[in-house]
């Protein structure tokens, strides 16, 4: 039964804020507990939800003690610990998700959303958690995601190596038909840094990624997601320079 509850309510709904880390790691081992500026990777999203105006419970879903303990010396809840079969590679986070919905669904806790929040996106705070709550709330959406702009990486600038290595365009006919950069079609990518979803529709369809699903656009500085050491080293450098990146959108 969880301990620190707290009931904030936005339009009548009860947050869930679920915090995925499992003790494996390949690209950058022990990752969830690495230290990051001040703290551990694992307790930045947790100090993020626990700092929401609307999030009413924090759960760390991990199959690892050390990390359950470091998440509940920063506040979380860790009730369970993840079977191991929900914490092997191939196993689909959906399957670790439901999981953690339906143990505490059986303590006879229920909520209305669930919000996601993973380690590897530690710059992700409360203003993002609670803009993209409101956001939700008031659409006809059943989920939204995090989702950054492509600029550098833009499609228009792709291109092929065919069998001989010689490059070829991926979008256009033919070399010299670039766009410049600012008639360029926005696009964007996943960038990991949340996810929300109506508990009852996650529930039965598995995934955050529908037609109801809404966009949260994060900026550049913020969509990092860490899955190696370089990433780490990235997201290391700002948060050393967060004052010279404060005022920018």
Known sequence: ILKGWVFRVIKNKRVLALIPARGGSK?????????????????WPIKSALASKYVDQVVVTTDDEEIAGIAKEYG??????RPSELAADTAPSSAAITHAIRYLELDGIKFDLIILL??????????DIDKALEKIVISDAKSLVGIG???????EFCVLLNNKEFLEPYLRPKFGQVKRRQDLEGLYFFDGSLYISDIDYYKEHQTFYHDLT???V???????????????LFVESLVKNSELLEGLK
């Open 27 to 43: 690209g950058l081992p022990r990752k969830n507990i690495r230290m990051l500026g001040d703290k551990p990777l694992i307790a």
């Open 118 to 127: 993973e380690p590897t996106s530690p710059l992700t705070d409360e203003f």
């Open 149 to 155: 702009m492509i600029e550098d990486m833009h499609p």
């Open 214 to 216: 809404l966009g949260y």
């Open 218 to 232: 994060f900026p550049k500085r913020k969509n990092l997601e860490i899955d190696d050491l370089i990433d780490f």
């Open 76 to 81: 979380a809840e860790v009730p369970f610990l």
